[in-house]
């Protein structure tokens, strides 16, 4: 039995996995594991964030923008030097997930969209849409099932706090 | 100028980098950096970590932060013993599994009990909310539930079947809670064994001169001294804690 990697593509460091794995030719099995069957929050709770939560949450994420920009990328063109490391896989596959809720992290940040272009070009164009095709997708879909939404209600709550 | 260490006790990954170092006769300079009175915050300590996080490193003109970097980058130059981060691949992903998963997994709920329990009474002169550690508290309990019945079951020590990194880190982060009054180790005795097997490992005196700041009580005159501080360092702890 060879490598199986399980993984869930609408996860952020599982991307970071496959990516790694294809870029590298690594042989390997995919075992899907799908975490919320294709639903993402606020979008799976078909309601509206409430804005303070938003605000706060956009804070945070702002201010790590800031940190990664200042003291990881400066004026290199990679997260830890000038070679592409996983380092920029793993930063890039999760700030491609506020990307994929409408949030335009690279908009007002030219450095770092200018550092995403890159790490897409080294990664390969076609590789890096089809990581991202499945978490593309998720803020067309329609609210979830009424009875999968009460059921995770709890944890997704949970994990917002 | 040899290597230097930018370090405050209190913090459990500072005393990971410590009992490293001592235990490993890595000739350092500590330099002390208290948290209690925002030292971390301040332009001087910026200009080394602009994370304003401890620990942080300083060799010749290479700074470095990050605990588990830190460790890795020791074990790495002063070639510790292989023990602490094996050579063989699959005893080395062990390592490196624990090592990623602690930071959320454990150092996060260890350290909101401590905040808790300790810090939070001592600068806000309140008495410690119980209901509050309590569900602190549970949040831990996953973690130590891991540990104890799956992890501890089948081995002496955390990744192999000897001391590494991942005892180590684990260790000080799990003395945290303890040190202030919230033995997390009397309900699972797996955990109490492995915390027994790596104090005589790193070596008693050694585990107690790390933890002697940690083990005193908090002057409640420390907390006075800067009333502005202090009322700053309260708000940020419950935002945090809620």
């Not at chain 2, 996953?142 to 990194?165: I, M, R």
Request: net charge neutral; aromatic share 8%.
């Amino acid at each position: 039995m060879g490598l199986e990697l399980y993984l869930d593509l609408l996860s952020q460091p599982c991307r970071a996995v496959y990516i790694f794995a294809k870029k590298n030719g690594i042989p390997f099995e995919l075992r899907p594991v799908e975490l919320l069957k294709g639903m993402m929050f606020p979008v799976f709770l078909g309601e509206q964030v409430p804005p303070e939560t938003l605000a706060s949450t956009l804070a945070e994420l702002d201010r790590c923008l800031q940190l990664l920009e200042d003291k990881f990328l400066k004026d290199q063109d990679f997260v830890a030097g000038p070679h592409i490391s996983v380092a920029d896989l793993v930063a890039i596959t999760e700030l491609m997930h506020p990307v994929s809720a409408g949030c335009q992290v690279f908009k007002s940040r030219p450095k770092l969209a200018a550092w995403r272009q890159r790490v897409e070009a080294e990664v390969g164009k076609d590789l890096f849409q089809e990581a991202h095709a499945a978490v593309m997708k998720v803020k067309d879909l329609p609210p979830a099932d009424p009875a999968i939404k009460e059921k995770l209600k709890p944890s997704v709550q949970g994990l917002l706090q | 100028m040899p290597l230097e260490l930018f370090l405050d006790l209190y913090s459990p990954p500072c005393r990971a980098v410590y009992i490293f170092a001592r235990k490993n006769g890595i000739p350092f300079e500590l330099r002390p950096v208290e948290l209690g009175r925002g030292e971390h915050l301040k332009p001087e300590f910026l200009k080394v970590n602009p994370l304003g996080k401890v620990p942080a490193l300083k060799d010749g003109n290479f700074l470095l932060a990050e605990s588990v970097a830190i460790l890795l980058y020791l074990s790495r130059k002063y070639r510790a013993a292989t023990h602490w981060y094996p050579t063989e691949l699959q005893a080395r992903a062990r390592v490196d599994e624990y090592l990623a998963w602690q930071h959320t997994a454990v150092q996060l709920p260890a350290c909101n009990v401590y905040l808790c329990k300790s810090l939070l009474p001592h600068f806000s002169g309140q008495p410690v909310d119980p209901v509050r550690l309590d569900r602190l508290l549970g949040k831990l309990k996953p973690a130590l539930q891991h540990l104890d019945g799956q992890v501890l079951a089948t081995k002496p020590f955390l990744a192999t079947e000897q001391l590494s990194l991942a005892d180590l880190m684990a260790f000080t982060e799990l003395m945290q809670p303890t040190a202030v009054g919230c033995d997390i180790f009397q309900d699972w005795p797996q955990l109490a064994a492995w915390r027994a097997r790596v104090e005589a490992a790193l070596g008693p005196e050694l585990v107690q001169d790390a933890h002697r700041l940690v083990l005193q009580p908090r002057d409640p005159r420390d907390a006075q001294r800067d009333p502005k501080l202090a009322q700053e360092l309260v708000q940020r702890l419950l935002e945090r804690l809620s």
